[in-house]
């Protein structure tokens, strides 16, 4: 299984920004997928997670200005950033979790990604 974000870059306050999700491999399942942001000498904070039915939830801080969406047949999903802050800047990570095929086996994984910065400035 791997996983792949794409889409971060630079971007000035109060503009936009669209990071992409990708799994990959013998999935069967996507359960839970997160994103997670860290910025420079600060800890791995969690920003939303979308369950596999479609359920969001969001940090505080980014509530009415990101969105999530999830396409299972692509297994993609989507971070829509919209009205960036300064305070958005860091490297931002996905984490999926699901079940994937190994020979006539369903096993459950847990995979990050390797992050896509984002870099809001004025």
């Known amino acids: 299984v791997h996983i792949v974000e794409s889409g971060g870059g630079l971007v000035h306050p109060g503009g936009s920004l669209r990071l992409s999700c990708v799994a990959s491999g013998e999935i069967r399942t996507l359960n839970t997928v997160a994103w997670y942001r860290q910025a420079p000498g600060k800890q791995r904070d969690l920003v939303a997670t979308?369950?596999?039915?479609?359920?969001?939830t969001y940090a505080d801080d980014v509530k009415g200005r990101f969105t999530l969406s999830r396409n299972n047949v692509e297994k993609t999903v989507s971070l829509q950033m919209d009205n960036v802050l300064p305070d958005d800047t860091a490297v931002y990570l996905c984490?999926?979790?699901?079940?994937?095929?190994?020979?006539?086996?369903?096993?459950?994984?847990?995979?990050w990604g390797q992050g896509t910065q984002v870099t809001v400035f004025s």
């Open positions: 984490h999926v979790a699901g079940t994937y095929n190994w020979h006539r086996l369903e096993l459950p994984f847990e995979e």
């Open positions: 979308v369950a596999a039915d479609g359920t969001s």
